[in-house]
């Protein structure tokens, strides 16, 4: 049985969506036959990540593989989080981190070294062999520190995982990844998560949200890496869509007490605009059931456009519900308009509220889209497949 370390800097648990993309992963990874154990950095959490006593159990994934905290060096709350001090209270944790790190994979055997996190890959070079690490791109960085660190990560290791084929491409282009040793490989789901789904009313029962609305809904963090990710468009849409409510699961507040004065300023109900919060992520496939419509609003930028997969696509397709989203390239191989989704202009309101209406009065076509989609989430992009692909190319690789 091949042993796979997976190395990450994250706070465990986590309310950001890669906490989940990680746990799900490594799950899989032991599904395929590896002896995994995961190392997170032992990290000052926040009082809500911080009641969890579980993190198997809040990420909904079965402890079959080990979990390893690593101590460093962890003042963020100390400082505002944009300003210089967090720079510094970063580079300290790296650092203390790394340290510590190197010290214990000096000691530390395993067939197969995984990380999504440049530093760490880089780091590893150092340490390993170049066929035994296996590098995890989530972004094409723009600054030149960040792409000589992303650089020397790639080249550094035997494999690269990209998650989108465009982001494959560039790194290919840019010299950092031979094409024989890099493949695209977008996220998934959770198979087991979306097979005992409820009917929509009866989630929206035990949710408490209203029986009669129509309810387009967005799930996930209002912002990455610092970019919104156009919630904004979706309310002035729906202004234009009678009786429609808007129901937001993820945070942070601040934004989402944003988007409802936005609310607010349309004229729209109070009562239709509908915010949870954070939940665990074991409970948002039946979040999703309560959705009329499932909405990916990603303004046209290079991050969104070109290197996103986003985990909220294919939980929409999996939950099937219908899907509007921005007709953007990262996952134009994913999509297809009128067959899985309602592809759109991105920012383009009027065509937004189009679709959105349309979507309301024809009940059919919102489940055959639903349908389409979710029988193409349990099929091809599941977390088992993609484990099982990507240990076919490491050993190929």
């Known amino acids: 049985m091949p042993k796979l370390l997976y190395i990450s800097l994250m706070r465990l648990p986590t309310e950001k969506a ?4 990680i746990m799900q992963n490594c799950e899989a990874f032991a599904d395929a036959g590896c002896d ?11 009082r809500e990540m911080r009641a969890v006593a579980d993190p198997f159990r809040y990420y909904g994934v079965r402890a079959n593989f080990s979990l390893r905290r690593i101590p460093c060096i962890d003042v963020f709350p100390l400082f505002p989080p944009d300003g210089a001090g967090a720079r510094l209270a970063f580079y300290l944790l790296l650092a203390s981190y790394a340290l510590v790190a190197a010290f214990l994979l000096m000691v530390t ?16 070079s150092r340490l390993k062999p170049r066929r035994s690490l ?12 960040g792409a000589a660190l992303q650089r020397r990560a790639a080249t550094g290791a035997g494999s690269t995982i990209s998650i989108t084929p465009q982001l494959r491409a560039d790194l290919i282009s840019q010299r950092a990844a031979e094409p024989a040793r890099a493949i695209a490989a977008h996220d998934g789901i959770r198979r087991a998560r979306f097979l005992d789904l409820p009917e929509p009313a009866v989630a929206r029962q035990q949710i408490g949200w209203p029986a009669d609305a129509f309810i387009v809904g967005f799930v996930g963090r209002l912002h ?10 979706l309310v002035d849409a729906l202004a234009a869509v009678d009786g429609a409510a808007l129901a937001l699961v993820g945070g942070p507040d601040d934004m989402a007490e944003h988007l409802r004065r936005q609310w607010l300023a349309q004229g729209l109900p109070p ?3 509908l915010y949870t919060g954070h939940v665990p992520p074991v409970d948002v496939p039946r979040y999703l059931r309560a959705f009329d419509i499932c909405a990916m609003p990603h303004p046209q930028t290079t991050q969104f456009s070109l290197y996103t997969s ?5 939980e929409y397709m999996a939950a099937g519900r219908a899907i509007v989203a921005s007709d953007l390239p990262a996952w134009s191989d994913v999509l297809k308009d009128g067959e899985t989704a309602l592809l759109l202009p991105p920012d383009d309101i009027a065509a937004w509220s189009a679709a959105i209406n349309r979507l309301r009065f024809d009940c059919e076509l919102r489940q055959r889209l639903g349908e389409r989609a979710r029988g193409l989430a349990l099929e091809r992009y599941t977390w088992e497949a993609r484990a099982e692909r990507i240990l076919a190319h490491i050993r190929s690789a």
């Open 224 to 233: 990455m890496i610092g970019l919104d990710k156009g919630v904004g468009t």
């Open 18 to 21: 890669h906490g989940l993309q």
């Open 109 to 124: 055997r395993a067939d197969i070294y995984y990380s999504r996190d440049e530093f760490i890959v880089a780091l590893l």
């Open 36 to 46: 995994v154990t995961l190392w997170v950095a032992r990290r000052w959490n926040s």
């Open 310 to 314: 986003p985990l909220k696509l294919f």
């Open 271 to 273: 009562a239709r605009f």
């Open 134 to 145: 296996a590098y995890e791109a989530h972004q094409f960085p723009a600054s030149r520190r």
